[in-house]
């Protein structure tokens, strides 16, 4: 595995984008120079974060999400 993250990553193990292997890993999320810990999914790229909104489910009962645009910086919190 390389020592920078994916581009894109989510939590939903339903997501195309979902890699069990680097959430073994631990991936630590920077928005905008603050450390985040409720990132739902990312992309460095273009520059988003999903974050959940409250409490608040959809009917299938998952988190509503927030799409928020800024600066994105990932990173493991351990080394290989």
Do not use: H
Not at 21 to 36: D, L, S, W
Not at 52 to 73: C, H, Q, W
Request: net charge neutral.
């Amino acid at each position: 595995m390389s020592d920078t993250p994916p581009d894109r990553l989510a939590a939903d193990p339903r997501s195309p984008f979902y890699d069990e292997a680097t959430f073994e890993r631990g991936v630590g999320i920077r928005f905008n120079g603050v450390e985040r810990d409720n990132v739902e999914e990312y992309c460095v790229s273009e520059g988003w974060v999903r974050v959940p909104v409250g409490k608040s489910k959809d009917r299938r009962g998952n988190p509503m999400t927030l799409k928020v645009k800024g600066k994105v910086e990932a990173y493991f919190r351990d080394q290989a």
